[in-house]
């Protein structure tokens, strides 16, 4: 069974269900479980519209206090459409059979109309538009015409679409911050901070811009993660990358590189700015204690952004930068 036979499915019975707990055992608490908060509906007669989830459970309350007898039907014709497998339409026409005040009654042709979204917390069909009306006007003079039920259903249908739509698109953003960002630092990884550094260079040849790296790696983290274990010195690295967060500048991208290496991004800024910059997160590193590991130093290779520079270039240079403050005894930076 596909997905939209599965949801059809579902669909088939979320109405049956509708249809025992309202018609036949008029139980109100049931019937109320199966209505969206954001329900709303269109009657047959006078009064019979709701805007609103409390006008709704309004309804429902009146027809089965005026009803509350067990209501006969015969089922017609049903139609179930799957719009994407959260929502769905369902059609029905019914013939309807109860007593009211000692009296046997019939209404019969009744059309009834249901839009239904999946409810994300128990992931059962609830539903979000309900519309009812008959063929002719012999029960109202107001009654809703075919014309009506269609303008309100589309109108939940056109909300239905809407709603999924953000859905979707809030899901993509979320699809594409996950593709972007180190799952250990919440910091942008590797991937992104080499798009973000090409992106750089094409603005620093059309705009005759300044720029430089920061490559940053933390002194002796080997030896960190055998003293004190991998989680120890995982939690090193996401605390790291939040000291890196407050001490730099808005403007900068900070992300990381891989390992316990990191990049910083400094867009507009000159070597000695950046020299200056890195200067300034060696001392924060070597002040701080961290929580697990205590005191830790770093060490940084600044490289600026030269005529001629891609990516690999200029990371290349501040690559041998650090090899170099690493070789000259750690803790400091090199250009």
Not at 69 to 89: I, K, M, Q, W
Not at 253 to 263: D, H, M, Y
């Amino acid at each position: 069974m596909n997905g939209q036979s599965q949801t059809e499915e579902a669909l088939h019975q979320a109405l049956d269900h509708y249809y025992d707990v309202y018609f036949r055992r008029g139980d109100i608490r049931e019937t109320l479980a199966l209505v969206d908060g954001d329900s709303t509906g269109a009657g047959t007669g006078a009064g019979e519209m709701a805007y609103t989830y409390d006008d709704v459970v309004r309804l429902y309350k009146q027809d089965l206090g005026q009803a509350p007898n067990e209501v006969h039907f015969e089922e017609l014709s049903r139609t179930v459409t799957a719009l994407n497998p959260d929502s769905g339409l369902t059609f029905s026409l019914l013939n309807l059979e109860t007593e009211i005040m000692h009296q046997r009654l019939k209404f019969n042709q009744l059309r009834l109309t249901m839009v239904w979204r999946r409810d994300q917390k128990d992931q059962v069909f609830k539903i979000v538009h309900l519309h009812a009306s008959f063929p002719t006007n012999e029960h109202e003079a107001d009654e809703s015409y075919p014309v009506k039920e269609l303008e309100e259903r589309n109108r939940v249908l056109e909300r239905l679409v809407q709603d999924r739509t953000r859905e979707l698109e809030l899901s993509l953003e979320q699809q594409r911050d996950a593709a972007s960002t180190d799952r250990l630092t919440g910091l942008r990884n590797r991937a992104s901070l080499e798009d973000l550094l090409e992106m750089e260079i094409n603005r620093a040849v059309q705009e005759e811009a300044v720029f430089a790296v920061i490559l940053m790696d933390m002194d002796h983290f080997k030896r960190i993660n055998d003293t004190h274990g991998h989680q120890a010195g995982d939690s090193c690295l996401k605390e790291l990358a939040e000291l890196l967060i407050r001490q730099s500048r808005p403007t900068d991208i900070v992300g990381r590189w891989g390992g316990e290496e990191f990049l910083i991004i400094c867009p507009n800024t000159d070597e000695r700015g950046s020299k200056d910059l890195a200067e300034s997160f060696r001392l924060a590193v070597s002040a701080y204690r961290f929580t697990k590991t205590g005191a830790q130093t770093a060490s940084f290779g600044v490289a600026a952004f030269m005529t001629g520079d891609d990516g690999e270039t200029l990371i290349g240079r501040a690559d041998r930068a650090l090899y170099r403050a690493k070789g000259a005894g750690r803790n400091r930076v090199e250009v």
